[in-house]
Each structure stands twice: as structure tokens, then as C-alpha cells.
């Protein structure tokens, strides 16, 4: 397998049929290990970084973690590739940015990345489409317990799992749902949201995680507590308190909009239509913008010749890295806002 | 506060400006850096960066001040660095700075400072068998749920057995 069978496809987490996926767009679960007997990355010196990389590589690569695993070598990479990777959210910015020894390896399916030698020496992640949070953790869970098997992990009686922050000790885990919630935008409730999460002591980030804006009408929830509580509570917690109700207050405000304020809806969901098809020039917020309305009008039954699949991976290829992947060559400026609006016409327009 | 403010002590410009209450009654210091490092124990150098004066303000209200040169034996860092970059640099920091930890991890973790939940097999390089670890993570969990449940008899008994595991 190679990068660039991924490019011009969608992983499986976006193919848009998992349960609640016309608001939840996928589920994730990270987890943070360290090898024993290693400092920590920010105290590692150059050989035991790299020790390290290859000790890490050869054990996913012999636990055979999935039935096709694909490793890039990151700090050989080309900077498109790196690019690539965090647009597919298999690597974090952070990770494709750094320097020195690092990887991550992926399986075919892009359902599980493992980061080698980001901020701990292992990040784990499940990557699931709609909200499967149990069945991510099942899948992470059974890795995790392969590479136990042939690496000595960093534990504390106390403390549990150590990591490089302790802001993640514990069970090092993180679990985030991404949330499509645009009718919460539009009816101006999206601070409901917001409150509920700080209540619940859960982060509220954007598309690509810590650090990022939303945009789009994409929110990612995920837990801030990673102590003395147990991963099966902390996911328990997510499926049946959080989520179900964030997803009720959209519910609630898209019926609103459906009965109340039916053609300003349509208005909404029809220009955005309109522009994606006879747009010239497209810039990637725009994009993402009135791609999130059409999503919406598609999960409202608005749109019907559209499907949701579609949409999903027009959120994906018209990403700068990709989109120039799939052209082959290096677009900046107006040309690639050219060839990703021709790329966006001939998929809505071409059925 | 005037900008040409001379210091109380001698005729040197102040540039250092403390207010302290005592029994409840407010008195202003002005007073030159060298004369404020002497009388004051305020630490004044040429030129220190601002998060190393905030660093060291908050160090030395806090108590702290007499473990930050402690540095952890496995990788050097001191408590001090630790707050600044918010980094660990080995697992043994967390050993080496357990005390100064635990309110911190408190106030992160909704008041929590120990383990529940999924446990190595294998002994992780902490040298304690996981046997022992697992029966200790599921001891915890019993004495929450006895207390919880108002057992007391029950949480007591607990408590014994897990400060008995933990020896």
C-alpha cells in the first residue's frame, strides 16, 4: 500500500452511513503511551529519539495490527504528503510540523493511525464514521493490547498510564465526537452547545482539533478528564449523556427551521447549491461554508439527487494538499481556487 | 506612582514597588533593585524574562520555592521547568514530584488523583507486579462505591486492604 492509494478516495470514517451520521460525523479515540525506559520526546536526545522510532515501527509492523499497514517515515516525507495526512486527520499538525524521528502508521482502511514519537512516544487512534464510540473502542483496545504484548509501557500504580502531559495521565484517552451542527448556527443556539460541554467539563474545538476554529459548522467534543475515570465510563458517558443530547437540541433546531422558517431554509440550502455549481473561483472556507449548508439540506430532505457520501468527500478532496495531489502539481493562489471550483463542478454537475 | 521615585534606602531611582498589608494596615516600598534584593529577598536580576519573574513571584508565595531546585534523577528537570513548559521529561518525574502534582492533577481531573480503569499486563517498567495493581485499581473502586453507598463498615474495611496491598 501506498500514500497515494488514499488520495483520491475517502477513508471509510466518511463514507457517511454509521449511526447518527447526519450529525455525527465520526467518532475517535485516541490513546497516549510511553515505552518504559525512555525520557519522555522533550528529553530525548537524537539517538534515543530515533532508537525509539525503529523499536516503535517494527512492533506495529510485527503485530500485524491490521491486514494491510501502511508506515511513513515522516521526517523523510515531502511536506505535501505531511499536509495530506492531517487533512485525512491521521496526523496531527503538531506531528506533521515537528522534526526528527517520527511516523505513523495507518491501515488501509484509515480506521487506525499510530502516531510514533508526537508529543508521547505512541498516540493510538480509532477513526470511525458516525457515532460507534463502543466499537472504536473495542478495535483500539485489541491493538492496544497487541503492542502491550511486546512493548513494556510507561505505568504507575497510582497515576496509570504517564504521559508527556500530565493533562492526559490516566487513561490517556481521549474521545471525541465531530458534530455537524449547522441549524444550531443558523437558529443562533450554537451557545447551548458550548454550555452544555463546559458543564460537562468537555472541550469544544474545530475541524482539525486542539487549536483550531470551527468552521464549517463542525464542532469536535472531547474529554478533558483523564483521571480517575475508566474508559468505559468516560465512553459510556459520550453516548449516552452528551451526545444524545447535543444531538436533540439540533434535532429540535432543524424542525424549527423546517416548519417555521421553511424558505429562508431552502434559500440557504439552494444558493449554496448554486454557487458550488457555477462558482469559478472557490476559496476553502467558502467552501467548506456553503458545502456544510448543502449537507444540510441533503439530511433535511431538501436535496434529493445528492448524496450524503458525496458531500463527505467533497469536504475532503477540495483540501489545499489534496486537491493538488489530484492535479498533480503545486496550485497556489486563484489556480487552485480555480481547479477547486472546477473540481466541484464536475462532481455536482457530472451525475 | 512617579517615574522618578527615589529608593527609601539610598538615592538611587526605585524601580522596585511593593505594597504589603500588615494588621490590616497598607504600606507602600519603593526601593532600587539592589537594595530590594537585599532587604526583601525580591528576586531582581538584569535582565529577566517576564514569565521567569512571574514564575518566581508565583514560587515564592506559594512555598514552593525549597523544592524547585530539586531536579527529578532521571532527565534534570526542575519543578520550576515543568510549570514553564508544561511538560514532563521522564516517567520518574512523577515520582519526583508527586507532592507538587497532586493539587494540580486535582484541579484538572475533577478532583481525582488516582487511577481507575484499564490496566497493563505486563509490569510496565514501574518494577510492581500488575497483579497487585489491578487488585489495588479494584479496590479503589470498591471503597468509592462504599462510600457512595454510605457503607461505612464496608469502606473501612477497604481502606485497610488497600493501604495493606500498597504496603
Known sequence: MKLSDLTNHAGEWLRGNGPMSEIVISS???????????????????VQRTNLEHKVR??????????????????????????????????????????????????KDESIAIMVNEEDHLRIQALRSGLQLEEAWDQIN???????SKLDYSFHPRFGYLTA?????????????????????????????????????????????????????????SNQTTLGKSEEEIISDFKHVVVPKIIDYEHHARKTLLNDRTTALDDKVCRALGILRA???????????????????VNLGRIKDIDLQKINELFLLTQPAHLQKLKGKKLEGDLRRAARAEFIRERLNGQ | MGCNMKCDNC???????????????????????????????????????????????????????????????????????FRQAGLF?????????????TPLLQRAHEGANHHVGKVPTRRGGTGVPMKKQIDVAKLRKELTKAIEGEDYERAAKVRDQIKQAEG
Open chain 1, 28 to 46: 475517535r479515540i485516541r490513546l497516549a503511551r510511553n515505552v518504559a525506559n525512555y525520557p519522555f520526546l522533550s528529553k530525548c536526545s537524537r
Open chain 1, 58 to 107: 517494527d512492533t506495529i509492523l510485527s503485530a500485524q495490527i491490521s491486514s494491510e499497514t501502511l508506515y511513513v517515515d515522516l521526517e523523510a516525507a515531502p511536506d505535501i504528503d505531511r499536509q495530506l495526512l492531517v487533512e485525512r486527520h491521521l496526523i496531527s499538525k503538531p506531528h506533521a510540523q515537528a522534526e526528527g524521528a517520527r511516523g505513523v502508521a495507518v491501515s
Open chain 1, 165 to 221: 502531559c500530565p493533562t492526559n495521565v490516566g487513561t490517556g484517552i481521549r474521545v471525541s465526537v465531530m458534530l455537524h451542527l449547522p441549524a444550531l448556527k443558523l437558529t443562533g443556539e450554537i451557545e447551548k452547545v458550548f454550555r452544555a460541554a463546559k458543564d460537562m467539563r468537555l472541550a469544544v474545538r474545530g475541524l482539525y482539533g486542539e487549536g483550531t476554529e470551527a468552521t464549517g459548522d463542525f464542532y469536535q467534543i
Open chain 1, 279 to 297: 462558482a469559478r473561483l472557490m476559496a476553502s472556507e467558502e467552501t467548506l461554508f456553503l458545502l456544510s449548508h448543502l449537507r444540510m439540506g
Open chain 1, 142 to 148: 485489541k491493538i492496544d493490547d497487541a503492542l502491550e
Open chain 2, 11 to 81: 538615592t538611587k531611582q526605585a524601580t522596585v514597588h511593593l505594597t504589603e498589608i500588615h494588621n490590616g494596615k497598607k504600606m507602600e516600598k519603593h526601593l532600587c533593585e539592589q537594595c530590594a534584593a537585599q532587604n526583601e529577598g525580591v528576586p531582581v536580576k538584569g535582565h529577566t524574562p517576564i514569565n521567569e519573574l512571574l514564575t518566581n513571584f508565583v514560587l515564592a508565595h506559594s512555598g514552593l520555592q525549597k523544592e524547585t531546585g530539586a531536579a527529578c534523577e532521571g532527565c534534570g528537570i526542575t519543578w520550576a521547568e
Open chain 2, 89 to 101: 521529561g521522564c516517567a520518574n518525574d512523577y515520582t519526583s514530584f508527586e507532592k507538587d502534582l
